[in-house]
Structures are given as C-alpha cells and as structure tokens.
C-alpha cells in the first residue's frame, strides 16, 4: 500500500501521519456507516413501496405526458423524505433554481419572506433582491426581513417572535452554513424552530434550504415540521450520478404552486419529458447515503488531521456533523495554493491543470477552486474553493469514496509539505 501511495506522489512520512489519523476515528466512522445504513435501507424501502420498475427507467421526450418513471421518482422522493409530494426534474437546472422556484411560485406581491437565521446564501441574495436584480421577488412586491441569530449561534427568539406579521408568508431556513461562519443547524434545532414560529403563526410556510445537509443524519427536515425542502441534484441526493437537476418536496399544495412557475400556469407537474436522465436519478438516489458517508468521513478526516497540525478548522475534529461543508484556516495565500493544488492533482479528471486565483463574477477578490469531476461542478465529488484574502480559509467537500476522500487531503498536506509551509 505505501509502495503505491509513494509511486502516486506520497511520502512516508505523510501517509503515516494520516493514518495515526485515521486510528483515532474508527469508532466516529462506525457511527457513519451505521446513519449510512439505515438512510441506505430507507432508500430501498420508499423505491420498494412506490412499485419502481425496469419500465421506469425509460424515460420520455416532448411534452412528457405520462412520464411513468419520472412521476414515480417524484413518489420516491415524497415517500422518502416524508412529504405529500414532489418536484424531481432535469428542468431544475442547479440548487438555486430549486430555491428560486420554490420560493416565487409560493410567494405573492405583498406577502414577506423571512430569514429567522441570518443571511442566506450568496445566490438567494439576488433571488429575494437583497442586491436588486432583474427579476428578483422584489421586483414583484414581495419584501424581505432578515433576523441575525445571536452571538453565540442560537436563535434570537424575541426578535424572530416580532418579526412575524399578518404579511409573512415563507420562512426561509438554510440548514447548512454554507460558506459562512455560523454553526450548521441539526434536523432537531430546525424542529425547534420551527415549533416555535408556527405558534406564532400556524399557516406559515417553513422552507428548508437542504442544500448538503441530505443523508447526514437519519431523518430529514419535513419530519421536524417543515412544509417545504430544497435541494440540488449535484450535491447529496444525486449521489454523484445525476448529471443535473433540483428538487423541491412537501405538501402538495406548494408542490403544485412550484411546478406552475417552474413549467406554465395550467401545465404543471403533467409536463416536462424526463429524456434520458432517469437511471442516474435513480441509481444516484439509491447511491447517496454511501456517497454521503464518504464525504463526511473525508471532512472528518481532514478537520482532526489538519487540527492536529495547528490549524484552525471548522467544524472541529470533534464537533457533530449536519452537513458536509469543512473549512481550514491556512493563514496565508501560498498555503491555500498549495492546498488547492493538491486536491486538484488528486483527482480523477484533470489531475494534470494548475488551479489559479482568479476574478469571479460576484466576489471582491481572486477566488481559487479546485475540482476534477465526472460532473462539472458537482461538489459532491471532492472539491475545494477559497477566496485569496486573510484569513486564507479553504473551503471543501465532497468526494465519491471515502478511499479518494483520503487520497486528495493527504495529497494537500503533501504539497503544503513540498511547498516548505510544512515540515514533519
Ligand atoms: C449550493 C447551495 C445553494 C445553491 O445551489 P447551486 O446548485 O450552487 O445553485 C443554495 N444554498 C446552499 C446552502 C447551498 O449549499
């Protein structure tokens, strides 16, 4: 085994270091495989129950009436989630499309939308028209208000309590941290907060933003009180399989307002052909919870390994896990380089490119990123991206086997090690 890590660019010293790593985690990787198991066996239940067949797997074209495969994934994602119904289609083209239409297919003019948890993602900003935008739910007369949660991570109650009015038709609450600082929130701390604002306003619609947090404990959010979740098919469920799409599940109400802004008033859920994506929804789904438990052991790994080395991690080696995000604080731009270089040389495609910082559209500063996926963009698969300003985080997730999870971190400690930012 060391022969060919050392053939594939890894010295000793490294690949053993990481495996004193990975003797301390045995027991947290169990724990892993167990919450994998009993996600992979719900899986099979809801396909079970919901009568998926080979004829399933044929997929339609044109207007797609009578899409047999494609309304029976929908049951799937229903049965399995624990919602009334669901909006599982290719026409969703990434995660914030799934918000986008969630959201303006349930919102009208003069309802409020409201965040309980702060800032949302970057791309809800435009959404909601935070930054004006064209087309944004202001531009419709829908309003935004925002509560911080407190310092300490928790929910600013009173403030959320007075924040509710007559017009406030959607909560927003965004599970995972995404690329902020603030704690990811369980499936448990969203029930909490979801009882809560419903005493305050029984008919208020709860959306969960799911994004990365699928599969990472054994129940998901509608089972908290949620009425609304969200999520793209190039993270979690699809299982590294899908090649696109998005998906929005819940009551059957707000199922059916979405899918009338996603395809046309008077259309609905009847229309939009499946064309040949439905084997890898389904294989994909069915993949998850084992790709789910890959990514997180890989962050775990890389949180206790790089924590050991002095760095500043988040979530911490120890720290319970709800969604698959890591971030490592590096301290300077070489090391973050240095970094994203060894993830983009560990994986399987275009292992041979040099990532470079470089100006993005939306961002202040140069922004590296590193990904060699079968899907572009899917980060899922093993993927690291950092803005180039102090503190010099990193930010990474994603990958399709823990085995390749493993590889790519010891493969960034290795060229922080080459680039002298580390000695053993
Ligand atoms: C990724 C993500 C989104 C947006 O998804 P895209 O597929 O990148 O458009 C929204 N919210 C959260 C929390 C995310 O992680």
């Known amino acids: 085994m060391m022969d060919l890590y050392r053939f594939m660019g890894i010295e000793k010293k490294v690949y053993e270091f990481g495996c004193q790593v990975w003797e301390g985690l045995r027991e947290r990787f169990d724990q892993i495989d167990t919450i994998s198991e009993y996600n992979q066996l719900k899986v099979l239940k809801a396909m079970q129950e919901n009568k998926v067949s080979e004829a399933c797997l ?35 083209t990434c995660g914030t499309h799934a918000l986008s239409t969630a959201l303006s297919g349930n919102l009208r003019p003069g309802d409020e939308l409201f965040s309980p948890v702060g800032k949302p993602y970057d791309t809800l900003e435009e959404i909601i028209g935070i930054r004006p935008s064209r087309g944004s739910l202001a531009e419709y007369g829908v309003t935004y208000r925002q509560v911080e949660l407190l310092k300490d991570g928790s929910f600013d109650y009173e403030k959320i309590k007075e924040s509710i009015h007559e017009k406030t038709k959607i909560a927003l609450i965004q599970r995972s941290k995404g690329y902020q600082s603030r704690p990811t929130l369980s499936v448990n701390r969203i029930r909490d907060l979801i009882q809560f604002m419903k005493s305050i306003k029984e008919d208020l619609i709860c959306l969960v933003d799911n994004c990365y947090g699928e599969f990472v404990e054994k129940e998901e959010p509608l089972r908290a009180g949620a009425d609304l979740v969200v999520g793209s098919l190039i993270k979690n469920p699809g299982g590294g399989l899908a090649p696109i799409g998005g998906y929005i599940v819940g009551k059957k109400e707000y199922i059916e307002n979405s899918a009338c802004r996603l395809i046309s008033p008077g259309l609905g859920k009847e229309v939009g052909a499946s064309l040949s994506v439905l084997p890898s929804f389904y294989q994909g789904l069915f993949f998850a919870p084992i790709v789910v438990a890959g990514a ?10 790089y924590e050991k080395l002095g760095f500043r991690v988040e ?17 300077k731009k070489e090391a973050v380089l240095a970094f994203c270089r060894g993830i983009q040389s560990a994986s399987p495609i275009d292992s041979f490119v040099t990532p470079e910082p470089w100006a993005m559209p939306g961002y202040d500063n140069d922004v590296i990123m590193a990904a060699g996926t079968f899907i572009s963009g899917a980060s899922i698969e093993l993927s690291a991206d950092a803005p180039i300003r102090p503190p010099y985080t990193v930010y990474f997730q994603g990958a399709l086997t823990w085995q390749h999870g493993k590889f790519g971190i010891l493969m960034s400690l290795q060229k922080l090690v080459d680039a002298k930012i580390l000695t053993f």
């Open 58 to 92: 044929y997929g339609s074209t044109g207007y797609g009436y009578h899409d047999l495969g494609r309304d029976t994934l929908e049951k799937v994602y229903a049965s399995l989630f624990g919602g009334e119904d669901a909006l599982v289609r290719p026409q969703i």
């Open 296 to 305: 997180l052991k890989t962050a775990i790994f890389a949180a206790n390994l």
């Open 315 to 331: 979530p911490s080696g120890t720290e319970s896990r709800h969604d698959i995000i890591q971030s490592v604080e590096l301290g």
